[in-house]
Each structure stands twice: as C-alpha cells, then as structure tokens.
C-alpha cells in the first residue's frame, strides 16, 4: 500500500480552474502507475485520467478530455490534476490512486482519502 496525501479541491463556479496535487511521502512516483477518479452525487465512480509509470501512456475519459491535464514532478514526488473549464458536472470527490500498472488502478491500487470540488453555475 502506498500512502497518498490529496490537497487542491475547493468551491468555484463554471469556468474556473483547479489544480489538485497527490503526494507519495517517500515514494518514487516514476514507479508508479497514477490515475484520478472521481464520485459525483449520484454517479458511478468515473476513472478521469489514468498515466502509465514511464508516463508513455495516458488516457483520458471523454468528459475530461481537453479540459483536464495530469502532470507528474518526480523531484517532488508530486502528480497534479490541472482542471480548466470546469462545469457542474464536474463536480465529485476526486481520488487519487497508484498501483503498478494503469489495469490495476481501480480494484488493487492504493487510493487517496479524497478532495471534494464543487463547481457552481
């Protein structure tokens, strides 16, 4: 299990950004796959963004794609979730998880505690 420390959600209306940040104390996050999910009211449990370890390899979900950017800052042992656009609909409790491969991320990876977003219109 990895541990994972969430910050960077918050309230804002249509249009604004966000960026969260996912911190691994003590890891190496290059070994690591990250993906961001997120749990909105009412919704199943939607997987954002999913980047492979190396980084060759991300995949975004349509409803993000465009809007949302996940960066990684091995130095910091950081990954960040810059939202752009945001719309109400984008509104959930947003994961962070790690894992060795993306395939493993929803049912065997190790997840954040959570960062609520909540974007009004």
């Known amino acids: 299990q990895v541990q994972l420390v969430e910050s960077g959600g918050g309230q804002v209306q249509t249009g604004d950004s966000l960026r969260l940040s996912c911190s691994a104390p003590?890891?190496?996050?290059?070994?690591?796959?990250v993906g961001w999910f997120r749990e909105g009211p009412g919704k199943e449990r939607e997987r954002v963004v999913a980047t492979s370890r190396s980084g060759g390899i991300t995949t975004y979900s349509d409803s993000v794609k465009g809007r949302f950017t996940i960066s990684r800052d091995d130095p910091k042992n950081t990954v960040y979730l810059e939202m752009n656009s945001l719309l109400p609909e984008d509104t959930a409790v947003y994961y962070c998880v790690a894992a060795g491969v993306i395939s493993a991320l929803e049912t065997n990876g190790s997840w954040g505690q959570g960062t609520q977003v909540t974007v009004s219109s």
């Open positions: 003590g890891r190496t996050w290059s070994n690591y796959a």
